[in-house]
């Protein structure tokens, strides 16, 4: 699982370093750079989701965000969050950790390059894809670390086991996940990027981990009507 121990370890540098920059930057600057990154998110969003299938989007989102509400998939993650939260920084209810451990671990966890980068190095040995990604990840987990601090660092954790996964089943993963489901799957990821975007520059609070069912509500679409 060598592509996802260079993935985590991207994530852990990039975070250290943003924590060293924490609280030496102008608190104006720190949240006008904050919501500039944000849009960009949200273009990296919308770019990848227009590349998905209307339908597809709508059905597997819409879905998948009742299934995740019933599941209240948001209040695990943040749950696992605040358990980390507690461990290292005690019951301070200022501490924007568990925030950083969720937003970091969808941004790094959600789209096409984390899977496809994950099935080459598991068959082939190939680190390219995910060379790329941890370059990508570790500029993110800079920044992200900078404002939202150490639980970003911890979203090395499920980054190495969900891409360790995916890097150690490839063999039986492949034939699987074809190029047209990993777009879709990626579409419907994007939307959730786009949501974290939207967290970021507008300050709102969209349950995005509540929309993950939607990437296998979006992988069963695909499968009954468009392959």
């Given at each position: 699982?060598?592509?996802?121990?260079?993935?985590?370890?991207?994530?852990?540098?990039?975070?250290?370093?943003?924590?060293?920059?924490?609280?030496?930057?102008?608190?104006?600057?720190?949240?006008?750079?904050?919501?500039?990154?944000?849009?960009?998110?949200?273009?990296?969003?919308?770019?990848?989701?227009?590349?998905g299938d209307l339908m597809l989007l709508v059905v597997s989102l819409l879905l998948g965000s009742i299934t995740?509400?019933?599941?209240?998939?948001?209040?695990?993650?943040?749950?696992?969050?605040?358990?980390?939260?507690?461990?290292?920084?005690?019951?301070?209810?200022?501490?924007?950790?568990?925030?950083?451990?969720?937003?970091?671990?969808?941004?790094?966890?959600?789209?096409?390059?984390?899977?496809?980068?994950?099935?080459?190095?598991?068959?082939?040995?190939?680190?390219?894809?995910?060379?790329?990604?941890?370059?990508?990840?570790?500029?993110?987990?800079?920044?992200?670390?900078?404002?939202?601090?150490?639980?970003?660092?911890?979203?090395?954790?499920?980054?190495?086991?969900?891409?360790?996964?995916?890097?150690?089943?490839?063999?039986?993963?492949?034939?699987?996940?074809?190029?047209?489901?990993?777009?879709?799957?990626?579409?419907?990821?994007?939307?959730?990027?786009?949501?974290?975007?939207?967290?970021?520059?507008?300050?709102?609070?969209i349950k995005v981990a509540n929309l993950l069912p939607g990437l296998l509500f979006a992988a069963a679409y695909?499968?009954?009507?468009?392959?």
């Amino acid at each position: 699982m060598t592509g996802a121990l260079i993935n985590a370890a991207a994530v852990v540098i990039g975070g250290t370093t943003g924590l060293a920059l924490k609280g030496r930057v102008p608190g104006r600057v720190s949240e006008t750079v904050t919501k500039a990154i944000g849009l960009c998110v949200c273009v990296i969003g919308v770019s990848g989701a227009l590349k998905g299938d209307l339908m597809l989007l709508v059905v597997s989102l819409l879905l998948g965000s009742i299934t995740g509400e019933l599941l209240d998939v948001d209040g695990r993650l943040a749950g696992l969050g605040e358990a980390l939260q507690k461990k290292m920084a005690g019951n301070d209810k200022g501490s924007t950790f568990a925030e950083g451990f969720v937003a970091a671990t969808l941004l790094f966890c959600v789209g096409a390059m984390a899977v496809v980068g994950s099935i080459e190095s598991g068959l082939t040995n190939d680190q390219s894809v995910i060379i790329t990604k941890s370059v990508l990840d570790a500029t993110a987990a800079m920044t992200f670390a900078s404002y939202l601090g150490i639980g970003v660092l911890f979203s090395a954790l499920p980054v190495f086991i969900y891409q360790g996964a995916i890097e150690f089943f490839a063999g039986f993963l492949k034939d699987m996940l074809t190029d047209g489901l990993v777009m879709q799957i990626s579409a419907a990821g994007s939307v959730m990027i786009l949501g974290l975007g939207v967290n970021m520059s507008a300050g709102a609070k969209i349950k995005v981990a509540n929309l993950l069912p939607g990437l296998l509500f979006a992988a069963a679409y695909y499968y009954l009507f468009m392959r």
